[in-house]
């Protein structure tokens, strides 16, 4: 079945950076739009970052634009977010998901997802 291996998360002070890595099995990697969505305490969850099966297209929320950067190995079935200039508001637990063909990454940012990680915290402290 399909399984992501979500790391990375933790406690940074504002400024600093931390990388999340999602490994993916259990589908067929290539064939996915990839992203990270994040929910804070008492929010809804909102879309960080897609990536298409080819790394050619991306979308980011303007909040992170300039900040975050999304990538992923499709030799390795990985995604990653590097994540710099941390903010308090960015304290949320984020959640790495796949949209499968085909669905691309024009559909997961706008939420259609196939399936879900389960989540990984990251605290920045002011």
């Known amino acids: 079945q399909v399984q992501f291996v979500e790391s990375g998360g933790g406690l940074v002070k504002a400024g600093g950076s931390l990388r999340l890595s999602c490994a993916a099995s259990?589908?067929?990697?290539?064939?996915?739009?990839m992203g990270w969505f994040r929910q804070a305490p008492g929010k809804e969850r909102e879309f960080v970052a897609a990536?298409?099966?080819?790394?050619?297209?991306?979308f980011y929320t303007d909040s992170v634009k300039g900040r975050f950067t999304i990538s992923r190995d499709n030799d390795k079935n990985t995604m990653y977010l590097q994540m710099n200039s941390l903010k308090p508001e960015d304290t949320a637990v984020y959640y790495c998901a796949c949209a499968i063909r085909p669905l691309g990454a024009l559909e997961l940012q706008a939420g259609q997802v196939d399936h879900w990680g389960q989540g990984t915290q990251v605290t920045v402290s002011s």
């Open positions: 259990g589908f067929t990697f290539v064939h996915a739009a």
């Open positions: 990536i298409s099966w080819g790394s050619n297209t991306i």
